[in-house]
């Protein structure tokens, strides 16, 4: 597997993280009781933690990469080569 190939799986595994890990542990403005006025969505999070969320994103995806690297290394999954390919 190349760098280009290893960089493009670790960003599609890393988006898609992304979006298992963003609902954990939000409260939106409805449930917290908070009224938002006029033009506010009460289902907007009140402090959606986004930092936090990275980082955690950021670490489970290297651990799934990881599993994925190491499958297509070892062979238990082989890819295909591409005629005319680097």
């Given at each position: 597997m190349g760098v280009f190939t290893s960089v493009a799986i670790f960003l599609t595994v890393w988006w898609t993280?992304?979006?298992?890990?963003?609902?954990?542990?939000?409260?939106?403005h409805?449930?917290?009781?908070?009224?938002?006025?006029?033009?506010?969505?009460?289902?907007?999070?009140?402090?959606?933690?986004?930092?936090q969320k990275f980082i955690t994103t950021t670490w489970i995806s290297a651990i799934v990469f990881a599993v994925i690297y190491a499958v297509v290394y070892?062979?238990?999954v082989p890819?295909?080569?591409v005629p005319g390919g680097l």
């Open positions: 993280v992304l979006f298992c890990v963003l609902p954990f542990g939000t409260v939106s409805a449930e917290a009781g908070i009224d938002k006025g006029d033009g506010g969505d009460p289902g907007a999070p009140v402090d959606p933690k986004l930092k070892f062979g238990l890819l295909p080569r």
